[in-house]
């Protein structure tokens, strides 16, 4: 196995998950999001932890979905974004519930669970204005009747995705009014789907109103704000609401030296000690997830100390400045995420989102429920 691992802890995803179905109350039901290998944090660890405190689990495709089949995971699980075509065999076989957003799938999709004797799950995908996966409003009951008069297949949902829950209100608003109007026209229709679903987890938070009757918990889940927006405006309203970041990225140190004032440090030259300075190299480069761009600014945490990324991060190697760490040796932790650096800590020297920072830790590095 690869010196650097992550640590996932138990106590803190059942914290987040459980404030949540508080929030929404005892007529909402809440599925938590494990698409991407559970933004990282490892999707048959996190299913595991969470599947006898919810009904549903979502992730991105038929791929996610059966390994998690093969993992023993019995709840519903819902593919949100796509299905493979060679799997959808598998897929109705294994009872995954499947988006549709054109015909020609849910016409694929109902000869196949003809041959196979089954019936279908499936959710229809709207676009009320991400201009992503789905069908647009106005052909929505057209298209939801078509696809109703298909015997092998039965509608279990509709949902809609935000496209700016985190930071435009009044887009927001927009699409949620958008979804109403439609639930409306299908009432209308004398069509009745059972779950509804829009809310992420931004929305979840400040939209009360699109939350109908199950909510899509994604980044809250791992006890990461989708904002700092959001986390002042709810921290006005519910001091006490606390998520609790359930990651912890670390590795070991591999060797200690001693560098003489102006050596060159790592590719490129691109730092030069301005004193003599203790050096550790450690287990972790960006094959295993440690951006590049963290060279001469990230930081890491040893002994409770943060130490200075100097150099270019390598693929598997990094160094840092540990001259402030008494009785530093090799073998020791490093904390490379948690412990007092945050995902949106390092996101800002990355220039990019906390999502991001978790998502892309290398899914090959062991991790492990705490």
Same mark, same amino acid.
């Given at each position: 196995?690869?010196? !650097?691992?992550?640590?996932? !802890?138990?106590?803190?995803?059942?914290?987040?998950?459980?404030?949540?179905?508080?929030?929404?109350?005892?007529?909402?039901?809440? *599925?938590?999001?494990?698409?991407?290998?559970?933004?990282?944090?490892?999707?048959?660890?996190?299913?595991?932890?969470i599947s006898n405190e919810v009904n549903w689990l979502g992730v991105v495709?038929?791929?996610?979905?059966?390994?998690?089949?093969?993992?023993?995971?019995?709840?519903?699980?819902?593919?949100? !974004?796509?299905?493979?075509?060679?799997?959808?065999?598998?897929?109705?076989?294994?009872?995954?519930? =499947?988006?549709?957003?054109?015909? /020609?799938?849910?016409?694929? @999709?109902?000869?196949?669970?003809?041959?196979?004797?089954?019936?279908?799950?499936?959710?229809?995908? @709207?676009?009320?204005?991400?201009?992503?996966?789905?069908? =647009?409003?106005?052909?929505?009951?057209?298209?939801?009747?078509?696809?109703?008069?298909?015997?092998?297949?039965?509608?279990?949902? @509709?949902?809609?995705?935000?496209?700016?829950?985190?930071?435009?209100?009044?887009?927001?608003?927009?699409?949620?009014?958008?979804?109403?109007?439609?639930?409306?026209? =299908?009432?209308?229709?004398?069509?009745?789907?059972?779950?509804?679903?829009?809310?992420?987890?931004?929305?979840?938070?400040?939209?009360? /109103?699109?939350?109908?009757?199950?909510?899509?918990?994604?980044?809250?889940?791992?006890?990461?704000?989708?904002?700092?927006?959001?986390?002042?405006?709810?921290?006005?309203?519910?001091?006490?609401?606390?998520?609790?970041?359930?990651?912890?990225?670390?590795?070991?140190?591999?060797?200690?030296?001693?560098?003489?004032?102006?050596?060159?440090?790592?590719?490129?030259?691109?730092?030069?000690?301005?004193?003599? *300075?203790?050096?550790?190299?450690?287990?972790?480069?960006?094959?295993?997830?440690?951006?590049?761009?963290? !060279?001469?600014?990230?930081?890491?945490?040893?002994?409770?100390?943060?130490?200075?990324?100097?150099?270019?991060?390598?693929?598997?190697?990094? *160094?840092?400045?540990?001259?402030?760490?008494?009785?530093?040796?090799?073998?020791?932790?490093?904390?490379?995420?948690?412990?007092?650096?945050?995902?949106?800590?390092?996101?800002?020297?990355?220039?990019?989102?906390?999502?991001?920072?978790?998502?892309? @830790?290398?899914?090959? =590095?062991?991790?492990?429920?705490?």
């Amino acid at each position: 196995m690869y010196l !650097s691992w992550v640590e996932i !802890s138990r106590s803190a995803i059942l914290h987040n998950l459980r404030l949540f179905k508080r929030l929404v109350g005892n007529n909402v039901e809440v *599925m938590p999001i494990i698409k991407s290998n559970a933004y990282g944090h490892g999707s048959a660890e996190v299913a595991t932890i969470i599947s006898n405190e919810v009904n549903w689990l979502g992730v991105v495709d038929l791929s996610e979905a059966l390994f998690l089949r093969r993992m023993k995971i019995k709840n519903n699980i819902l593919a949100l !974004s796509y299905v493979e075509n060679d799997l959808l065999k598998q897929g109705i076989k294994a009872k995954i519930d =499947l988006p549709i957003y054109d015909f /020609e799938t849910a016409q694929q @999709i109902n000869r196949l669970a003809g041959k196979l004797k089954q019936l279908a799950k499936v959710h229809i995908k @709207i676009d009320t204005g991400a201009a992503r996966i789905g069908i =647009l409003p106005k052909e929505t009951v057209s298209f939801v009747r078509k696809v109703s008069g298909l015997s092998n297949l039965k509608i279990r949902g @509709i949902y809609s995705h935000f496209s700016a829950a985190e930071e435009n209100e009044k887009y927001t608003k927009f699409q949620v009014n958008i979804f109403r109007s439609i639930l409306v026209e =299908l009432k209308k229709n004398k069509i009745n789907i059972p779950l509804k679903h829009f809310a992420c987890s931004a929305a979840t938070l400040v939209r009360p /109103e699109s939350h109908f009757n199950l909510v899509r918990l994604g980044l809250v889940l791992y006890g990461l704000w989708p904002s700092d927006q959001i986390r002042k405006k709810i921290m006005r309203k519910h001091p006490n609401f606390k998520l609790q970041p359930a990651l912890e990225w670390k590795t070991k140190i591999i060797q200690v030296k001693e560098i003489p004032v102006g050596s060159k440090i790592g590719y490129g030259c691109t730092y030069t000690a301005g004193k003599k *300075m203790k050096l550790a190299i450690i287990g972790v480069g960006y094959w295993e997830g440690y951006d590049r761009k963290l !060279s001469n600014q990230g930081v890491v945490i040893i002994k409770n100390i943060k130490c200075p990324i100097v150099g270019r991060i390598c693929m598997n190697l990094s *160094m840092a400045d540990v001259t402030k760490v008494k009785n530093v040796k090799p073998g020791d932790e490093v904390i490379l995420l948690g412990g007092g650096e945050s995902a949106d800590q390092m996101a800002k020297k990355n220039g990019t989102i906390n999502y991001e920072v978790v998502t892309r @830790i290398n899914p090959i =590095l062991t991790r492990i429920i705490k």
